[in-house]
């Protein structure tokens, strides 16, 4: 279980801020130390009653209500070490952009030093403003982490952008920094997850079935371990990981872009990702049209990203590619960990049903080109994710935690 950790749930006036009950309930399971916060118009969906008795603590709202004798917010500031604010409304993503502070939750927010998430919660026409956009620029730049709202029925009725994800998915977005240790501080690491989308024109393009849980599952244990973690993502729908920094890229030679300009200043790179190896050669500008005849569509390869960047290794860094194979032929392996240039090769048999793509569990097998073979399990991508870096460790053998060798 994680260690316990003091949360500061931010409930804001949005029809999902009934669903912030179930959100503290699974963080009470996990054994953390919940303080609610309902805004004034919070309190119209919110039953405070049961959030009190959910937490067994009060629901503060009203900035002079909470003084009790003391500065309440700066002691509320200073006793959280993470603030979620789920739902979080338009109008309090503004306050909080523009450093407004004219309610307990605002004020909270402008004294608090400790790491604030936000999960927006609204209707689609609402999140995808320009103006809103635009506060959630500002709030990345000073690092507020957003869990992005999913796609489903909103209040309206209407199908949109704009609903809170499940809590189950708010409580994966900050697990890493609810479960975080110091054992990898000083570490940087560079992960690729996801697939890769080629165009055909500006409608169609040319995918792969990757889901993106592998790789978000290793930065994310990355991250618990106190690592810095870049995460470069082909379009997924599972949260960005909270802590993280990411890159989002569509194309094979987007991805390469980024991991290549990244690469440098990383000390471990994994690359999970099911890069495409192929591209359109001529994608259209306009669409496509349907003509009634086949369509003949030429493909080119695409640049392999491992080993470019098994290539600009220096010293001291650490390399380890991924092998979606159908048959898992140890002497092929061997020869694919060489052939890429990695330290190690973590293979998956992407034939079977229940792991590999997509599917919450995997079995990996470790290969390194001196011919070393280690099964590490099926399990669930989390779990095996933490195998795969204590594996990586004990390979790599960093020093010291803060002595990565220096490669820059
Ligand atoms: O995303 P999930 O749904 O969780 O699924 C996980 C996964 C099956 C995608 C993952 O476990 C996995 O196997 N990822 C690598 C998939 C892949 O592209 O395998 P490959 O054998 O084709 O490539 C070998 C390595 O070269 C990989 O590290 C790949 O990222 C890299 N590569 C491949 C092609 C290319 N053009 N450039 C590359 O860098």
């Keep these: 279980m994680a260690s316990s950790k003091r949360v500061l749930l931010g409930i804001t006036g949005s029809i999902a801020a009934y669903r912030s009950l179930d959100i503290a309930r699974l963080l009470r399971q996990e054994g953390h130390d919940i303080q609610m916060v309902a805004t004034r118009s919070a309190l119209r969906f919110f039953p405070r009653l049961n959030g009190e008795v959910f937490t067994g603590h009060p629901v503060y709202s009203d900035l002079f209500d909470a003084m009790g004798g003391g500065v309440r917010h700066i002691e509320l500031a200073d006793k959280s070490q993470i603030i979620l604010i789920a739902p979080a409304s338009a109008d309090f993503i503004a306050k909080l952009a523009l450093g407004l502070a004219d309610d307990l939750l605002s004020t909270i927010c402008l004294a608090a030093t400790c790491p604030i998430v936000i999960a927006p919660a609204m209707e689609e026409k609402m999140y995808f403003h320009p103006a809103i956009q635009e506060h959630l620029k500002t709030l990345r730049a000073r690092r507020v982490q957003e869990i992005p709202p999913e796609k489903g029925p909103l209040a309206s009725g209407k199908e949109g952008v704009g609903r809170l994800p499940s809590p189950e998915r708010i409580l994966e977005a900050i697990q890493p920094s609810l479960n975080v240790s110091d054992a990898w501080s000083g570490i940087r690491v560079l992960v690729s997850a996801g697939p890769t989308y080629e165009p055909i024109d500006p409608v169609r393009f040319l995918g792969?079935?990757?889901?993106?849980?592998?790789?978000?599952?290793?930065?994310?244990?990355?991250?618990?371990?106190?690592?810095?973690?870049?995460?470069?993502?082909?379009?997924?729908?599972?949260?960005?990981?909270?802590?993280?920094?990411?890159?989002?890229?569509?194309?094979?030679?987007?991805?390469?872009?980024?991991?290549?300009?990244?690469?440098?200043?990383?000390?471990?790179?994994?690359?999970?990702?099911?890069?495409?190896?192929?591209?359109?050669?001529?994608?259209?500008?306009?669409?496509?049209?349907?003509?009634?005849?086949?369509?003949?569509?030429?493909?080119?390869?695409?640049?392999?990203?491992?080993?470019?960047?098994?290539?600009?290794?220096?010293?001291?860094?650490?390399?380890?590619?991924?092998?979606?194979?159908?048959?898992?032929?140890?002497?092929?392996?061997?020869?694919?960990?060489?052939h890429k240039g990695v330290d190690i090769l973590l293979a998956n048999d992407v034939s079977r049903s229940g792991i590999g793509f997509s599917s919450d569990n995997n079995d990996l097998t470790l290969v390194t080109p001196s011919g070393e073979v280690l099964a590490l399990g099926h399990d669930s991508k989390q779990v095996l994710a933490g195998r795969a870096l204590d594996e990586i460790w004990n390979r790599w053998k960093p020093t010291a935690p803060n002595q990565v060798p220096k490669h820059e």
């Excluded at 590619?321 to 092929?332: D, H, R, S």
């Design 208 to 338: 792969n079935r990757s889901s993106g849980k592998m790789g978000y599952a290793l930065a994310r244990e990355a991250l618990s371990r106190g690592a810095a973690v870049t995460l470069v993502t082909g379009p997924t729908n599972i949260p960005p990981p909270v802590g993280a920094r990411v890159f989002q890229i569509e194309t094979a030679r987007e991805m390469e872009e980024n991991m290549h300009r990244e690469f440098p200043s990383h000390d471990l790179c994994i690359m999970a990702a099911a890069v495409g190896d192929y591209r359109i050669s001529s994608p259209t500008i306009s669409k496509r049209k349907k003509d009634g005849k086949d369509w003949e569509i030429l493909l080119c390869e695409n640049p392999d990203i491992l080993s470019g960047l098994s290539q600009k290794k220096k010293k001291g860094q650490f390399l380890v590619g991924f092998a979606a194979e159908t048959e898992m032929e140890i002497p092929l392996l061997i020869g694919k960990a060489t």
